[in-house]
């Protein structure tokens, strides 16, 4: 099985904690094709930021998606919040898995309320409209985050470790959490780090989205090729870039129109 992990900002030392995590987490015998973001910002906190990491992704994922490309068997968005998703699951015909919706997924199996551990005040947000969209909203006990500056993305584990390990606590002790999700690329692999410090399951969203991408990308359950996530009707277009515009004409000519019942 091949996976292709995308970091959708543009901070190699994110993608280089990405890459170490999914490493762990992957199955023998997965290999790993880790990509980052040919534009955009060093760590995505708003909504307009996930927006233009979203174009970044769409054209990571139509570059190895085309005709010709060597073929990935899932995608892995590695971003909390999963920019682009899930209209990035009409682009390609494999399943795109964002960790944001693999890390909820993986809490709700654990438990029946979580809390999210987050790396700044902005960001939260955004985040609770990404859990209210997958309709987890009851199911949310709380969302902690650092509210301090933050000096460097690629040290936030090592300078807030102890304020990531007291939030995640006081989640459990106060808001009642039954898992502690620790969202965010920067802080991937701390939830190994801390492992029996915390007294409720902690899930790490970057693990969470490599093991479940391999899990949907073995049911083999098909391809959208009708209904919501089906690609978008084919158009006049301008400005797509080659890649783009080889990976959704691939889509679209391989998209049925359900027939009529007889």
């Excluded at 543009?10 to 762990?24: H, K, M």
């Excluded at 939030?167 to 939830?191: F, H, K, N, T």
Aim: glycine fraction near 8%; proline fraction near 6%.
């Amino acid at each position: 099985m091949k996976l292709l992990v995308i970091n959708p900002n543009i901070s190699a030392d994110v993608t280089a904690l990405i890459e170490s995590e999914a490493l762990r987490s992957a199955s023998p015998g997965t290999d790993l094709l880790v990509r980052t973001a040919g534009h955009g910002v060093e760590y995505i906190e708003t909504r307009f930021e996930a927006l233009i990491a979203a174009g970044a992704v769409a054209e990571i994922i139509a570059q190895h998606t085309r005709p010709g490309a060597d073929p990935v068997d899932a995608v892995v968005v590695a971003a909390f919040g999963d920019p682009g998703m899930p209209a990035l699951k009409e682009l390609a015909d494999v399943p795109v898995i964002g960790i944001t919706e693999a890390a909820l997924c993986a809490a709700a199996l654990q438990g029946h309320r979580f809390s999210i551990i987050a790396i700044s005040d902005r960001i939260k947000p955004w985040y609770r409209e990404c859990v209210e969209h997958f309709g987890m909203a009851g199911r949310l006990a709380s969302m902690r985050s650092i509210n301090d500056s933050l000096t460097s993305i690629a040290s936030v584990q090592q300078d807030f470790r102890e304020t990531l390990l007291a939030l995640s606590r006081q989640a459990v002790a106060e808001d009642g959490a039954d898992v502690v999700i620790l969202a965010g690329a920067p802080l991937a692999g701390l939830a190994r780090d801390l492992n029996g410090q915390i007294p409720v399951p902690v899930v790490d969203g970057i693990s969470a989205g490599i093991r479940m991408a391999e899990a949907v990308a073995a049911l083999q359950s098909g391809t959208h090729r009708a209904g919501a996530f089906a690609p978008p009707p084919a158009k006049d277009r301008k400005g797509f870039s080659g890649n783009l515009d080889a990976a959704l004409a691939a889509r679209q000519a391989h998209t049925e129109t359900p027939q009529p019942a007889a």
